[in-house]
């Protein structure tokens, strides 16, 4: 290592020499800061088993039909969408701490809604409720993780955003089998509750402080989260402080514009809506016993896989965990397709057909061995996704904007994520029957391969750098 090598020189909170850093309440922040991901990753989850149970309610309790059942569903993304926009505006505002407290606001105020409802229309009230706070979540925690977290730590820290949702999923599968659908609303107030608790007594980020010209506040926050100020490098903070369309002319903001906002849509477009929607079918092809169990394994194989991305992630880098994953995703959604192709009986145009019955004249054994395939190849897509599409765009989000335009940028970046996750699962329906379901998981391939390409061509690698490197680095500094 030399003083002149920038790369070798980043800041690691540690004494000249590279020794490990001491601060270790930064941890305590950043989880603090991801409980709302894991009340966002639950009240994603919660319609899994909620739906079931409302289905069977007696009155006076509602009840859900099909077309109710696909909006309780869906109103969520919707709610998301408009959250990423509120999200974005708050954390420029307010502040990336107070921000995360009032978002445990709807959070709460969504599930007791739904823990009182006596009608259709407080129940989707309610999830709309839960959405905003979850379009919020997903903005505001990954910034705040990423401006408190030092170089050696952001990608590890960075990546228990994404795997607190995934948590939060796997949490709400597992107690819907033992809850009833107001229970389980009740038990989804308690997350947003100890973050609002919790995040009480962390501080503001020193990013954000300085940008407000409280230097002293800071440097308080710094020492209480690194445990001292070395090592510690000031971000550029101009006269400019707020977005306005000019600014999209400079490489430091238009490159990583393009960057996030294509992230986001790679990674809804990689089918893996898709492949979440057919996993009980396929579970119940390969004679499974109990399907609804293929939730619970879904949600497990999720949850192991992305510890795995965040335990790597500051070792193996972004880009390398990016093109890995992708070319997983482009194997077992071409998988995926060949399956279908195989087992597609005749040409209906139901795709739930197609799905659920087996061609009539393959042996029993035959078809079973497919559906083990799926099975199979369902396991391998979910894996590869957990490793990288699935933390890495959020974790990159929160890395590549400058202070001045972070708000807006990263509220077009969720709003973009959100929008395309409401219009995947919406039209995925229609696109299965004018393409036929292998057809739409072979479009889903070829989506992962131009998202490989992307990554390869496009998206710079920023694992070890700091802040204020990877903005120099846009900028061509």
């Known amino acids: 290592m030399t003083p002149e090598d920038p790369e070798e020189t980043q800041p690691l909170l540690g004494p000249p020499g590279g020794s490990a850093p001491r601060g270790r309440r930064v941890f305590l922040a950043a989880f603090a800061a991801a409980l709302g991901p894991l009340s966002f990753g639950f009240a994603l989850g919660y319609s899994s088993p909620a739906i079931p149970s409302l289905q069977r309610a007696a009155p006076p309790a509602p009840h859900l039909d099909d077309t109710a059942a696909s909006w309780f569903g869906a109103i969520v993304t919707l709610g998301a969408a408009a959250g990423g926009v509120l999200g974005g505006w708050l954390v420029d505002r307010a502040g990336r701490k107070l921000s995360l407290l009032l978002c445990s606001v709807p959070f709460v105020a969504g599930f007791a809604v739904i823990t009182a409802a006596q009608d259709l229309w407080m129940l989707l009230g309610g999830r709309l409720l839960t959405g905003l706070a979850c379009g919020v979540a997903s903005l505001v925690a990954p910034v705040y993780i990423s401006e408190i977290a030092y170089p050696a730590v952001r990608g590890l820290l960075g990546s228990c955003v994404q795997l607190m949702v995934v948590v939060g999923i796997l949490l709400a599968y597992l107690a819907g089998w033992v809850l009833e659908w107001r229970w389980l609303a009740v038990l989804g107030c308690a997350p947003p509750s100890l973050m609002l608790l919790l995040m009480c007594v962390m501080p503001e980020t020193p990013r954000f402080l300085l940008t407000q010209h409280r230097r002293q506040e800071a440097m308080a926050a710094l020492r209480f989260l690194w445990g001292s100020e070395q090592g510690w490098e000031d971000p550029p903070i101009g006269a400019e402080q707020s977005f306005h369309l000019a600014l999209l002319r400079q490489p430091g903001i238009y490159k990583p514009f393009i960057i996030g906002v294509s992230l986001m849509a790679f990674q809804q477009l990689s089918g893996v809506n898709a492949v979440m929607f057919y996993a009980e079918t396929i579970f119940e092809e390969a004679k499974f016993k ?188």
């Open 290 to 477: 109990d399907s609804s169990l293929a939730s619970v394994v879904v949600g497990v194989i999720q949850v192991l896989f992305t510890a795995v991305a965040a335990l790597i992630m500051d070792r193996a880098g972004r880009r390398l965990l990016l093109v890995l994953s992708g070319v997983v995703m482009v194997f077992s959604t071409s998988t995926f397709g060949t399956y279908f192709k195989l087992t597609q009986g005749g040409p209906g145009n139901s795709s739930h057909m197609a799905l659920s019955a087996p061609v009539s004249a393959e042996p029993v054994d035959a078809s079973v061995g497919l559906a083990w395939l799926a099975v199979g190849s369902m396991c391998l897509f979910i894996a590869g996704f957990a490793v990288g599409w699935g933390p890495i765009p959020w974790l990159l989000m929160s890395e590549i904007f400058p202070l001045h335009v972070k708000g807006v940028a990263t509220g077009i970046c969720v709003l973009t994520n959100w929008l395309m996750a409401f219009l995947v699962t919406k039209e995925f329906s229609s696109l299965m029957e004018v393409l036929r379901p292998y057809g739409a998981f072979w479009l889903a391939s070829a989506f992962c391969i131009f998202s490989v390409l992307f990554t390869l061509f496009c998206v710079p690698e920023t694992k070890g750098k700091t802040l204020e490197q990877i903005t120099a680095h846009f900028e061509g500094r």
